[in-house]
């Protein structure tokens, strides 16, 4: 089986958190700060790559949510960083779901 789908997402701006339903009925609930630190754009990704760590504020907050294509989602951040592309597969992983 593949990994999950998303059913629906539910942010909880005031909170910084952003709660997932997967296809199935399980929930997850993702910190802001913490989908920041994983953004996965080619810039974070060089970053990592050099062994650096992708900065993510406590305060951090999304201000966008888009979907993007019919597997992945558009998010970006009030730090100004809006590049990342999730697949859900990438929030799967985040959230320790496993096919
Ligand atoms: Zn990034």
Do not use: K
Request: charged share 15%; with cysteine.
């Amino acid at each position: 089986m593949s990994v999950g789908t998303i059913e629906a997402i539910e942010n909880r701006s005031r909170a910084g958190i952003l709660a997932v339903r997967w296809a199935g009925g399980s929930e997850h609930a993702f910190t802001h700060a913490e989908l920041r630190a994983a953004c996965p754009c080619s810039g974070c990704r060089a970053l990592r790559r050099a062994g650096g760590t992708v900065q993510a504020s406590a305060e951090v907050r999304l201000t966008v949510i888009e979907p993007a294509g019919s597997n992945a989602l558009n998010l970006g951040f009030s730090d100004g960083h809006a590049r990342g592309i999730y697949p859900f597969a990438l929030l799967a992983e985040l959230a320790g779901v496993h096919s």
